[in-house]
């Protein structure tokens, strides 16, 4: 099985500022299933970005990936007041699905 | 548009089952690939299994393998999932989730269903 790892546990910056953060995996991954969620408290995960670098529908272009085969980064350009959550990465490999243990993005 | 809508929290005792449905409107059920997902408390996201289009069938997540069931009514619309023998740490928000396009990644999810399994 595929274990995801994301770093940093936390990241704590201002809003304006901008968001790195890191999918590693314990192996190769297809481009084409990995993906990036966004979850905030309550609320079930938001699509943002899948098949690496592809937008999901209506998500702001301030959001991007990057990355190929064990390093995946999500990128977010400007923080606004609304991306404070935590964002999970997934891949889909050998019939099945693993998410890493998320990024928590915070206020500084 | 899809909208999954899942049913009521439950609250089960260790040892019991619980079977959590997802109500499909927008399209079929047969037209898509649902999978189920579950968070506990304070924790990450863990995949459960799912609808595997390139062999036609329900895929489990290892962990799961015997003691979860995923089936689908068609008729309905509905998809239920089932899981067995409960104890204290399935204690967790279920999800289901599927995709129209997004091929890898879920784009629409269920709003969630809380099992507490507590004697």
């Known amino acids: 099985e595929i274990v995801l790892t994301q770093s940093p546990g936390t990241l704590s910056l201002s809003p304006g500022e901008r968001a790195t953060l890191s999918c590693r995996a314990s192996q190769s991954v297809s481009s084409s299933y990995l993906a990036w969620y966004q979850q905030k408290p309550g609320q079930a995960p938001r699509l943002l970005i899948y098949g690496a670098s592809s937008r999901a529908t209506g998500i702001p272009d301030r959001f991007s990936g990057s990355g190929s085969g064990t390093d995946f980064t999500l990128t977010i350009s400007r923080l606004e007041p609304e991306d404070f959550a935590v964002y999970y990465c997934q891949q889909y490999g050998s019939s099945t699905f693993t998410f890493g243990p998320g990024t928590k993005v915070d206020i500084k | 548009q899809v909208q999954l809508v899942q049913s009521g929290a439950e609250v089960k005792k260790p040892g019991a089952s619980v079977k959590v449905s997802c109500k499909v409107s927008?399209?079929?059920?047969?037209?898509?690939?649902m999978h189920w997902v579950r968070q506990a408390p304070g924790k990450g996201l863990e995949w459960m299994g799912g609808f595997d289009p390139e062999d036609g069938e329900t895929i489990y997540a290892q962990k799961f393998q015997g003691r979860v069931t995923m089936t689908e009514d068609t008729s309905t619309d509905t998809a239920y999932m089932e899981l067995s023998s409960l104890r204290s740490e399935d204690t967790a928000v279920y999800y289901c989730?599927?995709?129209?396009?997004?091929?890898?990644?879920?784009?629409?999810w269920g709003q969630g269903t809380l099992v507490t399994v507590s004697s």
């Open positions: 927008g399209y079929t059920l047969t037209e898509l690939s």
């Open positions: 989730a599927t995709d129209l396009t997004t091929v890898g990644g879920w784009d629409y």
